[in-house]
């Protein structure tokens, strides 16, 4: 299957500072990447669809000057979380799906934060 | 807005039993569903992908059934192993490749 990678895979920072994670499709070229974030003992939550060349568009309640999305090159997507805090600390996960062969969606393997 | 429900939340049995998982979304107009495995603080693998026109996809022991109409998928996992502990998420697909995820079903085999 194909491959998606994330980096870092954690992260501990200090409340207010900014963190920037990248998403990678590692064999294939990806137009659109998504964004999810997940809670403990909650499952996925989308929380932004980054596409190639053109604005990431935002998922209600989602605040878009909070998650900076920059989908630079057709390999490379990057969520930075900006002057973060307790609350921003969650699972952030990126999806690819490999077109025009099929649809399915490939995970990352996430990117745990911790915000002190 | 699509709503996927996945039940049971959790799900206990001794190794060879054979698991069912279901999966059910309120807007049938999916173009896939997508089942996944997520082991704990890890991300997602992905196990089966059913196309929004086929009833039923295998891998191995795993099969999944798709009956869009009525807006429910299964997934059977025949002769369970302690490996095959872990939380099962169903997700559907829609057109604009969006997904839309159930809580999971936290499967534990014991040996």
């Known amino acids: 299957g194909a491959v998606v990678s994330q980096h870092p895979s954690w992260v501990i920072c200090k409340s207010g500072t900014s963190v920037k994670i990248e998403c990678r499709s590692l064999?294939?070229?990806?137009?659109?990447m998504f964004w999810y974030r997940q809670f403990p003992k909650q499952s996925l939550m989308l929380m932004a669809t980054?596409?190639?060349?053109?604005?990431?568009?935002?998922e209600q309640g989602v605040e878009k000057d909070k998650f900076l999305i920059n989908h630079a090159s057709l390999t490379l997507s990057t969520l930075t979380v900006t002057s973060a805090h307790p609350e921003d600390s969650s699972f952030y996960i990126c999806s690819a799906p490999r077109t025009p062969v099929g649809n399915e969606q490939f995970f990352g393997p996430g990117t745990r934060l911790t915000v002190l | 807005k699509q709503e996927v429900t996945q039940i049971p939340a959790a799900l206990s049995v001794p190794e060879g039993e054979n698991l069912v998982l279901n999966c059910s979304f309120t807007d049938s107009a999916i173009y896939n569903l997508q089942w996944f495995r997520q082991d704990p603080g890890k991300g997602l693998t992905s196990l089966l992908l059913?196309?929004?026109?086929?009833r039923e996809q295998t891998s191995g022991r795993l099969n999944a059934s798709l009956d869009k109409s009525s807006g429910r998928s299964t997934l059977y996992i025949a002769a369970s192993q302690p490996g095959d502990s872990a939380t099962y998420l169903c997700?559907?697909?829609?057109?604009?490749?969006?997904?839309?995820f159930g809580a999971g079903t936290t499967v534990t085999v014991r040996a």
């Open positions: 980054s596409n190639e060349g053109s604005k990431a568009t935002y």
């Open positions: 059913i196309q929004s026109s086929q």
């Open positions: 064999d294939f070229q990806a137009t659109t």
């Open positions: 997700a559907v697909i829609m057109n604009d490749y969006k997904l839309s």
